[in-house]
């Protein structure tokens, strides 16, 4: 499978048809506690906004424009551009079948972004939960090409501090993993990860659930896991990417306020003690 022509292919088809509407940001970087944070201003939300009085969809990942479609992933998912993107090539990993945002993460899920990871230099992330960040109840996982940022030192900003005992100051569990590994190993260390932060599994009618909210990040050669307790510090919103190094604030106001108090604040404001 080659994704990253099939992800430029559909790219180009959706900008032409208008089924893909990026949205337009600004980029700063402010460094705090060693970390090049990029801070991007929103500088329209128009299209988004107007799409959320739109009549709504009950389910937009399972009944998406065909013209966001990337390729099928196996036999349990496929892939989907994001439809309002601030990053070029952003796409979502999503399952055919459906369940819940809250389940866990399973093996079926690692096998399906394994060609993703192998082909492309990215980041994969998941917003478990509300709380976590995540905007759509069908489960789906996310991946963008790095760097996180045209001409940043770092494709990660956050990679300089993982693994650093003391660095990072929330909780979190980090792991390197072995780049090749397979979906199964990558699998247990995220369950080791989510034990290590006092996350666990509820057993439902609709599959195994978390117990409580999480962000996790990963590369081909390390995860991270995030508890969260809440999604937003005041007004700004927070998803895996911010652990990355990555905020998204929408408007100036907003930017000025995670210059005052620092990203890092922002972050330990928003994880679970």
Not at 193 to 217: K, M
Request: proline content about 6%.
């Amino acid at each position: 499978m080659l994704l990253p022509q099939a992800i430029q292919a559909a790219t180009a088809r959706a900008l032409a048809t208008g089924a893909l509407q990026p949205i337009g940001t600004d980029t700063h970087v402010l460094e705090d506690a060693g970390i090049r944070f990029i801070l991007r201003t929103v500088s329209s939300l128009v299209r988004k906004d107007e799409a959320r009085r739109a009549p709504k969809v009950a389910d937009p990942l399972g009944d998406y424009d065909p013209d966001l479609f990337v390729a099928d992933l196996g036999s349990s998912h496929y892939l989907l551009l994001n439809k309002f993107n601030l990053m070029a090539r952003h796409v979502l990993l999503v399952t055919r079948r459906f369940e819940r945002q809250e389940c866990l993460l399973t093996i079926e899920d690692f096998d399906a972004l394994a060609p993703m990871l192998d082909e492309i230099d990215g980041l994969g992330f998941y917003n478990g939960g509300t709380e976590a960040g995540a905007s759509q109840a069908r489960k789906h996982l996310q991946l963008v090409p790095l760097p996180l940022a045209p001409g940043s030192p770092d494709a990660v900003p956050m990679e300089r501090a993982l693994g650093d005992a003391g660095a990072l100051s929330f909780a979190h569990a980090f792991s390197r993993i072995a780049p090749q590994a397979s979906a199964a190993a990558r699998h247990a260390l995220y369950r080791d990860l989510l034990q290590r932060v006092g996350i666990g599994g509820i057993r439902t009618a609709e599959g195994e659930v978390q117990s409580a909210p999480y962000n996790l990040l990963l590369r081909r050669g390390w995860m991270l896991v995030v508890p969260r307790a809440r999604e937003c510090f005041d007004s700004i919103s927070v998803n895996a990417l911010g652990f990355a190094g990555s905020l998204f604030v929408r408007s100036p106001a907003d930017l000025e306020r995670v210059r005052a108090v620092g990203p890092m604040q922002v972050l330990r404001a928003v994880v679970a003690p």
